[in-house]
């Protein structure tokens, strides 16, 4: 193995007792040094599922335990122990469905999607007599969340909230968790803020759930928001055995709610902490990484590192400069179009990376002009489609029958003869006995509630559920998926809905590949009851990595944002707008300081993405409300080829951890 490790990695992965913070920059190979230390821990007699690693994403769940199981020998097989590796959202679920009831939950608790958030988010909005025109759901919603993100429950919001939408949220937050908490539902952010709270409020479960595991692993340790922080210190504050990995300088999702500093005072929370530094770059060449070096030192605070090419010498990054954002899209799509002629050079080879999500506009339409296939990352998820949330609302309520969003999406889909009035009869029934609709239809045959043909439908549909309910009990999720279209008639609706062939394949193709999903999921699990499969559908539709990769599939020309780009490596990248305003954001350029430290981090991330060839563009002017106004060239520029003067000194007020 020794052969395959470069002296800090081996460091690392040999590194086996007490908290370790493994300094990963990028290109460096961290995931290696994971899944090396995961297998070297087996091999020194740690029992495989006494080892907790928590990542991101599922795909690098997914891949690192493949990794990890290759390395001892062998693939993973059902029934053989094996670390769990799970993302920190898999994690939580999993402790939530133990413990949940400890804080006046259901243990069946559904975890919502967007659309069922925006219902009760509506709800909420309503009842403070809110218009829409006043704070839309979904702007509520994107407040709410930074302040879960950052731990702030419904009366901590309250107190800091300042602007009057920020006031309007947190009244509307605290009814929105309340209707959340009555239906037995939680939202993605819950699902952390939760755990925490558990681990908080009741100490016992905090130390039987950390009593599971001898060693805990935190990829992407500087992503943490502030549950994810309390939770790894409850889950390794008994045994102590605490690695994680990850890079400062590539943090940049503070708009989320990460925190950088959890990773710069690591050896503050944990004084016995040894550090090792990857700083050998398998990626990209000398004259890319010179420029990533220069630009970084201007930050403040960070861990000290200095990125060192395996592979030396390599084209100079280049700098176009360009008189408006037309002639900057020409001229990259043009230049792309030169490389495309070298022999080997292939689309997927190539990245244009922006800033903002209005970028790429321009860039599509030279794009097209030139004919030349592209991928533009994004675009609507697959579980964002009607059909999908359809017949994942009809698998809900077969779950959970008192998931009311799901119970009322499908009530009346395909059309069976409840109409909306019906429905509000429903919901005012409900309401008035204190009870869920669910309920009240169970008692519909003997009330007189609605006229007959109304009564008769919501009996039969009720039936209809009841039914499934059963087959759920005997058959594995496919066969369910199945057994619901056929039970349903949706593939009939979709029929008759639809009279493009082209709108009906497509639609159709959505529902078999969720039938996919649960063959998929039914073959890797050990177990697989319904309610495994939904949670494992709801962690993988905030989870845009597969996404991501399933697009980058294709030979295409990547075009995407740099938030989007981190994780990723292309021969060719193209970072465009590199101006005042654009890259460092004008948001932050307002308020400068650590805004301004998390922009030139972005920028680092982008220029760390090439392996061959950086191009660096500007545009020199730039159309406001379609009149040119003079742009400033971004001091990035400056900063990474030199010209700019570091007034701080190099060094001079950052953090050094070297020893």
């Not at 998390?598 to 392996?611: M, N, P």
Request: charged share 30%; with cysteine; net charge positive.
């Amino acid at each position: 193995m020794s052969d395959r490790l470069n002296p800090p990695q081996l460091e690392a992965v040999h590194t086996l007792r007490g908290p370790l913070l493994v300094l990963a920059g990028a290109g460096t190979g961290k995931t290696r040094v994971v899944t090396y230390r995961i297998a070297e821990l087996i091999r020194h007699g740690t029992r495989p599922e006494r080892i907790l690693a928590v990542t991101f994403t599922r795909k690098a769940a997914g891949e690192m335990l493949e990794r990890a199981s290759k390395l001892l020998g062998g693939k993973s097989q059902k029934g053989r122990p094996r670390p769990l590796i799970s993302t920190f959202h898999s994690l939580c679920v999993q402790v939530l469905r133990r413990n949940i009831v400890r804080l006046g939950y259901p243990q069946r608790f559904t975890i919502c999607d967007r659309g069922d958030q925006e219902a009760e988010a509506r709800a909420a909005l309503r009842e403070i007599r809110c218009p829409d025109e006043t704070l839309r759901p979904g702007d509520m919603l994107a407040i709410v969340s930074r302040w879960k993100a950052k731990s702030f429950e419904p009366a901590r919001a309250a107190s800091m909230a300042e602007s009057d939408k920020e006031h309007l949220a947190a009244a509307a937050y605290r009814r929105y968790q309340q209707q959340l908490k009555t239906k037995g539902m939680v939202d993605f952010d819950d699902l952390l803020l939760l755990t925490q709270q558990l681990f908080r409020e009741v100490p016992k479960i905090r130390d039987a759930e950390a009593g599971l595991f001898d060693h805990v692993l935190i990829d992407e340790y500087q992503d943490t928001n502030q549950s994810q922080y309390e939770i790894v210190k409850g889950l390794a504050m008994g045994h102590r055995n605490l690695c994680v990995v990850g890079d400062d300088d590539q943090s940049i999702y503070g708009w989320r709610g990460a925190d950088v500093q959890h990773i710069l005072r690591f050896q503050k929370d944990w004084p016995d902490a040894k550090v090792v530094r990857l700083e050998d770059n398998y990626r990209s060449t000398a004259a890319i990484l010179g420029y990533a070096n220069t630009l970084i030192a201007f930050n403040r605070l960070r861990h000290e590192k200095i990125l060192r090419a395996a592979r030396p010498n390599g084209l100079r990054p280049r700098i176009m400069q360009l008189p408006g954002e037309q002639e900057e899209a020409e001229a990259v799509v043009a230049d792309i179009n030169r490389l495309l002629t070298e022999p080997g050079t292939r689309l997927q080879d190539f990245a244009i990376l922006c800033r903002t999500n209005e970028q790429p506009r321009a860039f599509e339409t030279e794009l097209r002009c030139a004919k030349l296939p592209y991928v533009l990352l994004g675009g609507m998820s697959f579980f964002d489609r009607k059909e999908v949330r359809d017949l994942l609302a009809y698998l809900k309520i077969v779950d959970n029958p008192h998931d009311e969003p799901s119970l009322l999406r499908i009530i009346n889909t395909p059309a069976r003869g409840i109409g909306s009035s019906t429905v509000k009869q429903l919901l005012a029934a409900a309401t008035e006995r204190g009870s869920t609709v669910w309920e009240v239809m169970g008692a519909i045959e003997k009330s007189n509630l609605l006229p007959g043909p109304a009564t008769t439908a919501v009996a039969k549909f009720r039936h209809l559920i009841e039914d499934l309910q059963k087959s759920a009990q005997k058959l594995s999720p496919p066969k369910l998926v199945t057994e619901v279209l056929r039970q349903t008639s949706y593939r009939q609706e979709i029929e008759r809905q639809y009279p493009d062939p082209n709108d009906r394949e497509a639609r159709a193709a959505s529902l078999e590949e969720i039938v996919n999903a649960a063959a998929s999921f039914a073959e890797h699990s050990r177990d697989a009851p319904l309610r495994a499969f939904l949670d494992d559908i709801a962690l993988g539709t905030r989870d845009s990595s597969d996404d991501k990769e399933n697009q980058l599939q294709n030979n295409a020309i990547a075009l995407m944002t740099l938030h989007s780009a981190k994780g990723l490596e292309f021969p060719y990248v193209y970072m465009v707008g590199m101006e005042e305003g654009i890259l460092p954001h004008k948001r932050s350029v307002e308020v400068e300081g650590d805004a301004i430290d998390e922009e030139r981090r972005l920028c680092y991330v982008g220029i760390t993405r090439a392996q061959e060839q950086l191009t660096l563009s500007f545009a020199l002017s730039r159309r406001k409300w379609g009149k040119p106004r003079e742009t400033v060239p971004s001091r990035f520029l400056y900063e990474m080829t030199g010209q700019a003067e570091n007034v701080r000194g190099k060094g001079e007020g950052k953090q050094r951890t070297r020893r």
